[in-house]
């Protein structure tokens, strides 16, 4: 049984880090692509980060670009979201699932994804 599970998310002040983590259970990372998504209060889910199964290469928002990091640990197929020089804007629920069409990033409307995590909360907020 495929189980994602977020972590790490917390209150940090502007200009502060956090680590979120996504554990995959019962997937391989080599065969998916997969993305993070957040959601803030009232608003559409955006789309933030993605990591290829097949070469690991990554994909950004162009609203993280340079401040988010993501990568991936296949041995424990836990997928990682490095958030640095956070802004009050960054304030979300975060979710991480799989691309089930796409072995590498690719953004395509109607995209089906799945193994939704329960979502991890960040607050930016001094």
């Known amino acids: 049984q495929v189980q994602f599970v977020e972590s790490g998310g917390g209150l940090v002040q502007p200009g502060g880090s956090l680590r979120l983590s996504c554990a995959a259970s019962g997937l391989f990372l080599d065969y998916y692509s997969i993305v993070w998504f957040r959601q803030a209060p009232g608003k559409e889910r955006e789309r933030v980060s993605c990591i290829s199964g097949s070469d690991g290469s990554t994909s950004y928002a162009d609203f993280v670009k340079g401040r988010f990091t993501i990568s991936r640990d296949k041995a424990s197929s836990t997928v990682y979201l490095q958030m640095s020089t956070l802004k009050p804007e960054d304030t979300a629920v975060y979710y991480c699932?799989?691309?089930?069409?796409?072995?590498?990033?690719?953004?395509?409307?109607?995209?089906?994804?799945?193994?939704w995590g329960q979502g991890t909360q960040v607050t930016v907020s001094s």
């Open positions: 699932a799989a691309d089930l069409e796409h072995v590498r990033c690719r953004e395509v409307p109607g995209t089906t994804f799945g193994y």
